[in-house]
């Protein structure tokens, strides 16, 4: 039973340029959420989707950010524009519907040059 | 105002002994609670979730919740030293799915 899927694991990109990140939730789980932890930091919300929705987009920032969780397919956290200060580790989770456990995937690191 | 706060530690004990991590919330409306543990470089891992007040024990782990005081905490017994991580708190507001905010973690280090 395959855990949480994230690719790529770590990810390079120059300044200006656009960071996709993937996410496929673990088999029987609807829920997908996408966190961001700084270097030293805790985690922090970004945004949470079930298929086709976006159901709280309460942390994501209001520019150059955008996410998604088509009907088929993984969910893409989408950076645009990549800045220095996105170089961070973010980590998707799924839960299965009316749970509030969460389980994270190993992860993508983004490294903005 | 922090919504999850947590001593950021290092906490350090000694290997066989009682490791006592603390965490308080801010929203009292709260009702979901999780610990997870992060070894350096790798994803968070849930360890424990806890709804009601009282205690929950699972294994070596036990997890304590007070909503009059706004406080969880988690026991490890038995510290060994692959223990040694970061671990994080979580709260939510409801039992269902949901956004969790996290406290910045408790390095914990067990030496042998």
Known sequence: NAG???????????????ARLRCSPMKGHSHVYWYRQLPEEGLKFMVYLQKENIIDESGMP?????????KEGPSILRIQQVVRGDSAAYFCASSPPSSSEQFFGPGTRLTVL | QKEVEQNSGPLSVPEGA????????SDRGSQSFFWYRQYS??????????YS???????????QLNKASQYVSLLIRDSQPSDSATYLCAGGI???????VFGQGTRLTINP
């Open chain 2, 41 to 50: 470089g790798k994803s968070p891992e849930l360890i424990m979730s806890i």
């Open chain 2, 18 to 25: 009682i490791a006592s991590l603390n965490c308080t919330y």
């Open chain 1, 4 to 18: 949480v899927m994230q690719n790529p694991r770590h990810l390079v990109r120059r300044r200006g340029q656009e």
């Open chain 2, 94 to 100: 409801i039992q269902g799915a949901q956004k969790l």
């Open chain 1, 62 to 70: 209001k520019e150059r950010f955008s996410a998604e969780f088509p």
């Open chain 2, 53 to 63: 007040n009282g205690d929950k024990e699972d294994g070596r782990f036990t997890a």
